[in-house]
C-alpha cells in the first residue's frame, strides 16, 4: 500500500473513530442502520480528442485522438448513525475502480486502473426556533496506475480533506428561508517519479456561502459564496507575496420545480483573483437537469448538462496550473435512460459529453462516451 493510500485509511480511521464518538447515541434503542446500499457494475467505450500538454502525465505520446473500453465495478452506500427527537447522524461512503484499456497512441497502449473512494459522515440537528443546523466531515482520495499521455485526461492522484458547518433559518413568511455555509478544506496531490510538480496543485483553502430560498414545490435560490485559496507549493513571483493565493466569488441562482417530475436550471458567474497573474479568470455556467418517467417501457429519463464560458484575464505562455476536479470549469452533457428490471436490479444506459480543460489552464479536450451500467440493491426483497 502507498504512503498516500495509508495516510488516507488513517485518517478514515481517526475521522471514524472521532465521529462516532461524538455521534454516540443517547439511549440504548439506537442503533446503526443501513438505509441504502448499491452495487455497480458496467462498461463503457469512450473517445478523447486533444493533443495537449498536461503535467500529469509521466510519458509524452503524439496523438490527437484516442479510445478507451472502460470497466466498472462500485459500492455506495447511506447509514443512519443515530436518530433522536431532534439530532440525526448520518454516514454516506462511495468507493469505485475502473479499468481502462486504450488505444490510439504512437508508442505504445495504456491500460490505466482508477480508484476512487469517498466518505462522510454529518451530524444535523433542529434548533428550534432558530431553524436547524449541520456539521459534516469528509474525505476523499484517488489513485491512478499506468496514467496515459493526452488526450486521454485522468486528474492526479489527491487526498482531500473537507470539514463544513451549515445553518438554515426557520421558515418565514412566504417560505423564505436563509441558509449559510462555511466550510475548510484541504488536498495534497501524490507527486510520482518525474512529476514533483504535481505537489504544485496542494491546496488549502476556507469558503463560505450565503443563499435566499423562495418557494416550496417550486422554489428559487439566489446565493453569494467567496473562497480563499493558499496553495503552499506554487511561487507567485513577487517577493514580498511569494506563494500563490486566491479569491474566488461566485453569484448565482437557481430554480427547480418537483412534481411529477423533477427540473433545475441555474446560473453560476465566476470571478477569480489572484496574487499571481497566470490563474487570474472570469467563468459563467448555465445549468439544467431533469428527471422524468417516460410512457414507454417503464423508462425514465435523466438529462443534465453543464455550460461553461471561461476566459483568461490575462495572455501568458506560462502554464496556468487550474485546481479541482477533473472537468473543473467544464461543459458536460449527459443523458440516461433507465429502467427497473427486478425489484432489486435497474440498468441504465448513459451517452455523455464532455468539454473540460486539463491541468494546465485554456487547454481543453473532448470526450464522447456510451456507458452500461447496472445498480444491484441488495438489501430489497
Known amino acids: ?44 467505450g469512450q473517445r478523447y480528442t486533444g493533443n495537449l500538454a498536461s503535467i500529469t502525465a509521466p510519458v509524452v ?22 436518530e433522536g427527537e431532534r439530532t440525526r447522524a448520518f454516514g454516506t461512503f462511495d468507493t469505485g475502480l475502473r479499468q481502462y484499456v486504450a488505444s490510439g497512441f504512437q508508442r505504445r ?7 476512487v473512494a469517498r466518505a462522510q459522515i454529518g451530524l444535523l440537528r433542529s434548533l428550534g426556533g432558530w431553524g436547524d443546523g449541520e ?11 499506468d496514467r496515459p499521455p493526452m488526450p486521454l485526461f485522468l ?14 433559518s426557520p421558515t ?31 491546496r488549502r483553502s476556507n ?30 513571483f513577487d517577493p514580498t507575496d511569494p506563494f500563490r493565493r486566491d479569491r474566488t466569488l461566485n453569484l448565482g441562482a437557481s430554480w427547480s420545480f418537483g412534481s411529477a417530475y423533477l427540473a433545475e436550471v441555474g446560473v453560476v458567474g465566476t470571478i477569480n483573483r489572484s496574487n499571481s497573474s497566470r490563474p487570474e479568470y472570469d467563468a459563467i455556467s448555465l445549468t439544467a437537469d431533469l428527471l422524468m418517467p417516460l410512457p414507454w417501457y417503464g423508462l425514465n429519463l435523466n438529462v443534465f448538462g453543464v455550460l461553461t464560458g471561461k476566459s483568461y484575464v490575462q495572455d501568458t505562455d506560462f502554464a496556468r496550473l487550474v485546481p479541482g476536479e477533473e472537468a473543473d470549469d467544464a461543459s458536460i452533457v449527459f443523458v440516461d435512460l433507465s429502467r ?19 491541468d494546465i489552464g485554456d487547454s481543453y479536450y473532448q470526450r464522447i462516451g456510451t456507458t452500461l451500467l447496472f445498480n444491484y440493491r441488495p438489501l430489497l426483497r
Open 172 to 202: 418565514f413568511s412566504e417560505d423564505v428561508r436563509m441558509d449559510v455555509r462555511v466550510d475548510a478544506e484541504q488536498a495534497d496531490f501524490e507527486g510520482i517519479a518525474g512529476l514533483d510538480q504535481l505537489r504544485l496543485l496542494d
Open 155 to 168: 486528474q492526479a492522484s489527491f487526498d482531500e480533506w473537507n470539514a463544513a458547518a451549515v445553518w438554515r
Open 1 to 44: 500500500m502507498s504512503r498516500a493510500m495509508r495516510r488516507v485509511w488513517r485518517g478514515w480511521a481517526w475521522a471514524a473513530a472521532a465521529g462516532m464518538a461524538l455521534l454516540a447515541p443517547q439511549s440504548s434503542s439506537a442503533q446503526v442502520r443501513v438505509e441504502d446500499l448499491v452495487v455497480t457494475t458496467g462498461f463503457s
Open 135 to 145: 456539521l459534516r466531515l469528509s474525505g476523499r482520495t484517488r489513485t491512478v496506475d
Open 340 to 358: 427497473a428490471i427486478a425489484d432489486n436490479l435497474g440498468v441504465t444506459l448513459r451517452f455523455g459529453w464532455t468539454r473540460a480543460e486539463t
Open 109 to 115: 497502449d495504456y491500460s490505466p486502473q482508477e480508484f
Open 207 to 236: 469558503g463560505a456561502e450565503v443563499g435566499i430560498s423562495l418557494g416550496s414545490e417550486s422554489r428559487v435560490r439566489a446565493f453569494t459564496a467567496l473562497r480563499w485559496t493558499d496553495y503552499p507549493e506554487q511561487e507567485s
Open 61 to 82: 505520446d503524439s496523438t490527437d485522438g484516442a479510445s478507451a473500453v472502460v470497466g466498472e465495478v462500485g459500492v455506495r452506500g447511506a447509514l443512519s448513525l443515530f
